[in-house]
């Protein structure tokens, strides 16, 4: 499988939109603004990181259909 153009869009989104950090590296706010400022890019932090995981993980269990290019085989 090429994934190539799915990481070309990837990147092109990251540096038109910036990054959003979620999850446990999120409450490095230090990390996410050295990362930030050394890729010269704009960033988010999320207020409930712990609560994203859980909820993205709920997502996948529900419809593992919709992330099976994301799943491992």
Not at 6 to 25: C, D, H, P, Q, S
Request: with cysteine.
């Amino acid at each position: 499988m090429n994934c190539g153009h799915v990481w070309t869009n990837f990147k092109l989104r990251i540096l038109a939109n910036g990054m959003y950090f979620t999850g446990g590296g999120s409450n490095y706010s230090s990390l996410c603004e050295q990362i930030s400022k050394e890729a010269n890019l704009n960033y988010e932090l999320s207020q409930t990181p712990f609560h994203d995981n859980i909820n993205g993980l709920k997502s996948i269990i529900d419809n593992p259909e919709q992330f099976k290019m994301y799943l491992m085989q």
